[in-house]
């Protein structure tokens, strides 16, 4: 069975559009596991004024991430402090991109 993106998924990874059925099919997981992920405080997907979850595209990335981990032999605690120090590596990697390009910026003998 093929599941169709919701339009305007491809704009904003970040917007809640799967529902948990869609989300634990698409990455392979039981729904159960999807809440106990969130339980635990590894992903937080959005949720509708009603309170149904609404899982996005970077949560699907986190959760394939997650399920990596677990093949890996990682428990629960493990994963969690995996991709807090993994979330902290690509925004040290943006600051320093920022800065290199203001540097360069700065630098730059076309600069008058």
Do not use: C, F, H, W
Request: overall charge neutral.
């Amino acid at each position: 069975m093929e599941l169709e993106v919701p339009m305007g998924q491809a704009g904003d990874p970040g917007r809640g559009v799967y529902a948990i059925s869609v989300a634990a099919e698409l990455v392979g997981m039981g729904q159960q596991n999807l809440r106990l992920y969130e339980r635990k405080g590894l992903l937080e997907p959005g949720r509708t004024l009603g309170g149904t979850r609404q899982y996005s595209e970077d949560d699907l990335v986190t959760l394939r991430r997650i399920g990596e981990l677990l093949d890996l032999g990682l428990n629960l605690a493990g994963i969690r402090i995996v991709l807090v120090l993994e979330a902290d590596n690509r925004r040290l990697e943006g600051e320093l991109r920022s800065a290199n390009a203001a540097r360069d910026t700065a630098t730059s003998p076309l600069r008058k």
